[in-house]
């Protein structure tokens, strides 16, 4: 696999320097995906997914300390030169954040932040950046395209601004696209249009995809694996269909239980997970979520559990009693 | 008129009623047309759900219901009292039996006063019990919603998560001991492991404090887990209105199935959610003709521009404004 693969990730850890000491905001964490594939992220606030997806950017705040490798085509984007790093981010790697209001220039029209990519990184005239732009701007389908390159962001709405900041990253034709949270700021009716635009031109350019996201339901029908996060780390990882049968971390399982369920009767009690994530400035010793885990033993609170070594389906796991195991039952 | 109508009404005396209740603010062309017509009542100790998009008005519903806006028309009964034309000290006076619970626990608190100062505000301001008297009262609506008194009273709420600062805004909402609670989307800002926490207690704070809730929200299924009644709203008026179960899952009008069908569920066997409806709500300022949703429902024809659907009862107690709707329901 890893011959083929896009992008490689190998023990990425990701430390902040706070004043109540270093916050370790990724730990330890390793994957890869080849070209073409979805691979879904999952996690609460906190748990480092949004941190993850900046590393392997190369977009984290000065101070951050980073170890690991990130390789994306062979390439160690923490080893290439600045003015190489810039020529491939846009390019060939390119990020859809949550807020487009935000991530969109408020003083510049739609049409013109469009072009400025194509001319930055394609070469083309102003003349031609702009006819490409309001192309785009139909690909992911803004009506009157022509009219709309001429507007400012704060004139359109939500769902149209994010379909704006998709046509910003499409335009190079990257190999890998990052969406961090890309719907959780819009309506549902309008979050299944924005996801169904990524799958389209997701297949259509044959461009790898990371989705990012606290919404199991979302990853359900959208990706090719998933990894779910917990305090920094990758707890699980599998197959979509392979973890959605069979959840075998604890951490996973839980949140699972704890969405409500759209066929369940009103005032059904919902399986809560008791305390709250661990401070990252201090985690706890042993596996993280073992203080609120219903079948931690000893040993999860002295020593940590690694992701073991994928199973027939490409199933891995970080738990030492984990869930259907008779050893797990017993507790 | 999409939503409007008064058949939702109930007869038997209801804790709230809200009767054809109008709220517009802006002037000239800006008008804004936030809630237009609506009609609805909750009786003691249920709990109605109050769904839809952002910008439908269900959070200027659940504060022209306290008179935080002043309607611009309409009716709203609390125990047969008109709130509407009440003012002054009579007002105050029913506000501190109607407490709302907003969606940003952390915004929500004064961050320079300390947990036990923020949860005895409400009874310093109604001049309720002594000194001592207060605190015995926030002492044991700190320990119902779950935090340790001892450890919270001389804290500020920045020493606190999001979950726990939503206990603190549901414990300064309980400490009156009000009848009625409006809930305005209390975890949408939460993250689901602690979502979970918070609805539990919502749902044994109602049964322990003998409480009527309404509870807004976006999400269809965190609605469904804690109410009896649900109400669909879009664009200022209300779409359907019935038992929650019977709306979910038979709904009768098209944009209740839209918004059930956009739902993605975490399960990869079933079908991927498809956007039925495109593009996204017209503007308040200026909204569409006849029904409201007309512009983006894929049932509409040239009767819905036309002509505003009255709401009427389509099956026992579940009531829908939509000229094509019939008792065997959408497909949803």
Redesign the interface.
């Known amino acids: 696999m890893s011959g083929a693969a896009l992008l490689e990730v190998e023990d990425l850890t990701v430390e902040l320097p706070t004043e109540r000491g270093p916050l370790r905001a990724v730990a330890g964490v390793s994957l890869s995906l080849a070209a073409g594939r979805t691979l879904g992220i999952v996690g ?2 906190g748990s480092g997914k949004t941190m993850l997806s900046r590393a392997v950017l190369r977009l984290l705040p000065h101070a951050a300390r980073v170890t690991g490798r990130v390789r994306f085509e062979g390439r160690d984007l923490y080893a290439i030169s600045r003015e190489a790093l810039r020529r491939l981010r846009g390019r060939e790697l390119a990020v859809v954040f949550q807020d487009p209001m935000t991530s969109l220039n408020p003083v510049l029209t739609i049409g013109s932040q469009i072009a400025e990519a194509l001319r930055e990184h394609l070469g083309l005239a102003q003349a031609a950046a702009f006819a490409r732009a309001v192309e785009l701007l139909a690909e992911v389908g803004i009506p009157e395209p022509e009219r709309r390159a001429r507007q400012f962001p704060h004139q359109m ?4 601004r994010q379909r704006v900041a998709i046509a910003i990253a499409l335009s190079c034709e990257p190999k890998l696209l990052i969406a961090d949270e890309p719907t959780t700021a819009l ?7 924005i ?2 635009l990524l799958a389209r031109e997701q297949s259509k350019r044959h461009m790898a995809l990371i989705l990012i996201t ?5 990853v ?3 990706t090719d694996e998933v990894a779910v996060m917990y305090a920094g780390g990758i707890v699980e990882r599998a197959p ?2 392979a973890l ?1 049968k069979s959840m075998r971390c604890p951490y996973t399982q ?3 239980a ?5 066929h ?11 305390g ?2 661990p401070d990252p400035t201090r985690p706890p010793s042993g596996c993280p979520f073992n203080p609120r885990c219903r079948y931690a033993q000893e040993r999860c609170r002295c020593e940590p559990a690694a992701l073991t070594p994928p199973d027939a389906s490409g199933h891995q796991y970080a738990c030492w009693f984990p869930v259907g195991d008779p050893a797990a039952a017993e507790g | 008129m999409a939503g409007s109508g008064r058949a939702p009404l109930r007869q038997d005396p209801m804790l709230l009623s809200v009767e054809n209740l109008v709220v517009e603010y802006g002037s000239g062309p800006y008008r804004v047309h936030a809630v237009s017509d609506v009609s609805f009542d909750v009786r003691r100790g249920e709990t109605l759900g109050l769904v839809g ?2 910008g439908c008005g269900k959070s200027t519903l659940g504060r022209a219901i306290l008179q935080l806006y002043r309607p611009t028309a309409g009716r709203v009964l609390f125990e047969g009292a008109d709130l509407t034309q009440e003012s002054g000290e009579a007002l105050r006076r029913i506000r501190r039996r109607v407490q709302l619970i907003f969606q940003d626990p952390i915004a929500s608190l004064n961050p320079l006063r300390r947990v036990g100062e923020i949860v005895a505000e409400p009874l310093a301001i109604a001049g309720i019990g002594d000194g001592a008297e207060r605190e015995r009262r926030v002492r044991a609506v700190l320990n119902a919603v779950g935090l340790d008194a001892d450890m919270v009273m001389r804290r500020r709420p920045h020493e606190f ?1 999001g ?2 600062c939503q206990r603190i805004s549901i414990a300064r909402a309980l400490v009156l001991e009000p009848d009625l609670i409006i809930c305005d989307e209390p975890v949408s800002a939460l ?7 918070i ?2 207690l919502l ?1 044994e704070m109602k049964t322990r404090y003998g409480l009527t809730l309404i509870f807004i929200a ?5 609605v ?5 009644r649900v109400a669909v709203m879009y664009l200022g008026k209300l779409c359907e209105i019935g038992p ?2 019977q709306v ?1 899952e038979r709904p009768t009008h098209p944009y209740t199935s ?21 593009g ?1 709500p017209p503007s308040p300022i200026a909204p569409p003709s006849g029904c409201r949703f007309r512009t983006r429902c894929p049932k509409a024809e040239a009767r819905c521009a036309a002509e505003e659907p009255v709401m009427r009862e389509i099956r026992p107690g579940q009531f829908v404004a939509c000229h094509f709707a019939t008792a065997n329901g959408e497909t949803a």
């Open positions: 609460e606030s709405s939500g769902g149209m309506d549902v009716t309008v979050q299944a249009q996801l169904d606290h919404d199991l339901g979302v359900a029908g959208r979509t269909r959605f839980a949140l699972m704890a969405i409500p369920k759209l369940a009767p009103p005032h059904t009690p919902l399986a809560a997970i008791g709250s994530p | 998009e952002s998560s979950g726990q993250d689901v492991s602690i979502r979970a926490q609805l539990n749902e976006h999400d269809l299924a965190v469904k887990a804690v109410s009896d929650a179960e979910f839209v918004l059930l069908a956009a739902i993605p569920l975490p399960d990869p066997d079933a079908p991927v959610p498809e956007a039925l409806a495109f996204e």
